[in-house]
């Protein structure tokens, strides 16, 4: 006999009781970070032998620990990457975990995979790529990009790749530090492109690079272009990287964890024009494609290389490595179980069509338009970069490192929004990252007018 016994019923009506609230909150509370201190004192362990009434702790949760966490999916969150998952997904996300479905391989889990298939089959074609693109669903952007610089690494070394010195690979300075993590777990060199005056990765700053280390050349074996920086939104000039990558034989990467969805807007779509001719690429549906954590979808030009690299060979895996047609998920990323994370995206883009997508990306580009040019109106602030997507940066002269920080404080004390200050080439500035839908103009004008 098995002491999980609990009252089920009660368990549910507590729980999708919860849910149901936290799904209908309009807007969501945007809520505050938590101290170590009041938290221990507030909420005080509860793991014990013998367990507690789950509407105790439930109330600890609902009362104590949620409120300690501020809301990403909040239209006033505009700092790092938000979120804005869509009810649909976030419904689903609990069908995902109420039927404890894995989707690590074909032999059991071929209804689930199918289904996320068509995702990354869908993204593909955004992207151009070819038909026999494939690839999968893992938990993150950074996640992915390792998956894929593996493997990029494997087929240089397969193909017979001889670094005059170490392995390197070509980034930006405004590449992301997932690339540089990814770079120290595969024990290889970045090797830093210098950009232009409007620091994007170009095939032209690239080929300067190699210029002044000609020495440094052979040891390239992959390119990695940014498809929306996290910090400013700029998209790296994927054609002219990948002129490059071609002559070189070089793997080219496209890291489009946050901007990637753009891909869906015809606004801006030119700005991607080569994406179609990468080996791999990424996109972080947890980010601008309103699905909820953890997702992010890897895809491959040429997904065989990847499953060289990436197949666990175990005698116990071995019935699962099989038919022609059959697609494994795990053979295609560092991860073996997995759960079936591309399937909330899955059904709420069957529900809405993929032009409910492509208004919500439009809408809130045209809002990041929008706070731009208030900006520009504006006597007392100023555009550092005009936005590209949906990320504006701008400065308040006069202002020193502290007050920027005072500023953000006083806003979230306020409740008003989460604006925390970034970097921009060493200087303190404030930075807008728009992807809510809800984020309206008017508290874009209420948060300048804070700034005065
Ligand atoms: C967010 C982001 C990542 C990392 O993605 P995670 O999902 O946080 O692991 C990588 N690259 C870029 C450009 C990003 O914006």
Sequence with gaps: MHSFTPDT?????SIIGYVTERLQLNPVPLDHGGEPASLN?????LINEHGNDPNHVLAQFADVLAPAVISCDSPRFLSFIPAAPTKASLLFDMVVSCSSLSGISWLEAAGAI????????????????????GGCFVS?????????????RDTARRRGHQPATRRMIAVSEQSHSSIVNTANILDVDLFKVATGPDDRFTGAAFRAAIERQPGDAPNLFAAVCTGGTTNAGIVDDFAGVADVCQELGLWLHGDCAYGGAALL?????HRFVGIDRVDSFIVDPHKFLFAPFDCAALLYRDPELARLTHTQDASYLDVIH????????????YHLTRRARGLPLWFSLAVHGWGAYRDAIEQVLQLTRDAANRIHLAAHVELVREPELSVV???????????????????LEQQVAFVTPSKWHGETVARFAFLH????????????????
């Design 9 to 13: 019923a009660t368990l549910m009506n």
């Design 41 to 45: 004192e507030l909420a005080p362990s």
């Design 114 to 133: 199918h289904a996320e298939n068509t995702v990354l089959k869908f993204l593909a074609d955004r992207a151009g790529m070819p038909p026999q693109s």
């Design 140 to 152: 993150g952007g950074s996640a992915g990009n390792l998956s894929a610089l593996v493997t990029a």
């Design 265 to 269: 807007a015809p606004s801006v779509q």
């Design 322 to 333: 099989t038919e022609d047609g059959e697609w494994n998920p795990t053979d295609y990323a």
């Design 393 to 411: 940066v701008f400065r308040r002269p006069g202002w020193s490192d502290a007050q920027y920080h005072q500023w953000s404080h006083r806003l």
């Design 437 to 452: 839908p809800d984020t309206s103009l008017e508290l874009v004008d209420e948060i300048l007018s804070s700034m005065r």
